[in-house]
C-alpha cells in the first residue's frame, strides 16, 4: 500500500512500527463493569499493559527525533492529477456559463444574466444514471441533471460501467437567468473566454509533460458530454433552439482552440513548476462559481 502511494521512503520497520494491545484497554473497560479477574488472567493483564506502555513511550521518543516535515513537499505531480480531476467539471460548467452570457451580451440581452448554482447530492451519481430534465433558461435550454425520483433508485449507479464517457456528478448544477445585468461587453465575455480556456490548458499541458499513468486531458469528455446535450436538445420539437444552436457553434470551436493553445504551449515551451501550476489552479479556485461547486465535492467525498 505503501508503495502504492509512491510513499517509498518511508520504511516499514520494527524502528517506526509500534504494538498497542488491546487486552490492556479491555481490562480497564472490564475493571469499569466491576468484573474481578483471578491472579493469572491480572498478570496478564498487567504485561500487556507495561508492554504498551513501552511502546507509547518509544512512539512518542520517535516523534521527538522527527524532522519537520515540509508540507508543501507533499505536491506531487499525482496529487496535482487528483486536484485536476476534481476541478475538471466545475470548470468547464464554469466554461459554459461565460458562453452562456457571451451569447445573451451578443443578443444585447444586458439587463439579464445567467449564474450558476450548486446543490449537494445525497447518493451515487453518474451522467449515465442520473435523470434529466430539459429546464429553460432565458433563449437557451439546458439539460439539468437529477438524482432518481425513487428510493428504490438510489443504488442504480451500482450498475453503471467506468468506460470514461459518462462522468461521476458530485454536485448537482444549475443554471438560472436573473434580472441584473452582468455588466460586461461582448469582447470581455469573449476574452474572458480565452483567458479561462486557455488557463485550463495549461494544466492539461503541464499533466501531459508529467507522463502519468492517468488520463491527461479530464475536460474533454466532460465538453464532448455538453456536445451531446446539446444534440439531445436540438432533436426536441417544440421548442425554439435557436440560441442553442449559437451556444454549439462555440462548443464546437472549443476543440480546435484546445488544439491551438495546447500548440502555443508546446513552441513556447512551457514549462511549469509545481508551485506555478498550483498558482494557476489557487487562481481558478478562487472563481466564486468554481469555489461554490468545489466546495460541495469536498464536503461530499
Ligand atoms: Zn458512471
Ligand atoms: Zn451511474
Redesign the pocket.
Known amino acids: 500500500m505503501l508503495n502504492d502511494e509512491h510513499l517509498n521512503a518511508i520504511p516499514f520497520k520494527k524502528e517506526n512500527t509500534f504494538c498497542f494491545d488491546s487486552e490492556s484497554f479491555r481490562y480497564l473497560a472490564a475493571r469499569k463493569s466491576r468484573i474481578d479477574f483471578d491472579e493469572y488472567q491480572k498478570q496478564e493483564y498487567f504485561n500487556s499493559w507495561n508492554i504498551s506502555v513501552k511502546e507509547s513511550m518509544r512512539l512518542l521518543n520517535f516523534i521527538q527525533r522527527c524532522e519537520q516535515y515540509r508540507l508543501e513537499e507533499w505536491l506531487s505531480p499525482r496529487k496535482a492529477a487528483l486536484d485536476i480531476a476534481m476541478l475538471a467539471l466545475p470548470l468547464m460548467e464554469t466554461l459554459r456559463l461565460i458562453i452562456y452570457n457571451a451569447k445573451l451580451a451578443e443578443a444585447k440581452s444586458i439587463a439579464n444574466q445567467v449564474v450558476l448554482n450548486s446543490n449537494p447530492i445525497a447518493i451515487d451519481l453518474?451522467?449515465?444514471?442520473a435523470q434529466t430534465n430539459i429546464v429553460e433558461l432565458g433563449p437557451f435550454w439546458y439539460m439539468q441533471y437529477r438524482p432518481p425520483v425513487l428510493r428504490t433508485d438510489t443504488s442504480q449507479?451500482r450498475h453503471?460501467?467506468?468506460?470514461g464517457k459518462?462522468?461521476?456528478i458530485e454536485s448537482i448544477v444549475t443554471y438560472e437567468l436573473i434580472g441584473l445585468p452582468a455588466g460586461l461587453k461582448v469582447e470581455q465575455w469573449q476574452s474572458s473566454f480565452r483567458n479561462f480556456l486557455f488557463k485550463c490548458d495549461r494544466l492539461v499541458h503541464y499533466l501531459r509533460q508529467q507522463k502519468l499513468p492517468v488520463q491527461n486531458d479530464p475536460f474533454q469528455a466532460i465538453l464532448e458530454r455538453f456536445l451531446e446535450e446539446e444534440q439531445e436538445i436540438s432533436q426536441i420539437r417544440n421548442i425554439d433552439s435557436t440560441a442553442n444552436r449559437r451556444l454549439c457553434e462555440v462548443l464546437n470551436s472549443i476543440k480546435r482552440i484546445r488544439q491551438e493553445n495546447s500548440q502555443q504551449l508546446f513552441v513556447a515551451n512551457e514549462n511549469l513548476s509545481i508551485y506555478e501550476l498550483y498558482q494557476i489552479i489557487d487562481e481558478l479556485t478562487a472563481i466564486q462559481t468554481v469555489k461554490k461547486q468545489v466546495d460541495i465535492i469536498k464536503t461530499s467525498r
Open positions: 453518474c451522467t449515465r444514471c449507479h453503471c460501467p467506468t468506460d459518462h462522468f461521476f
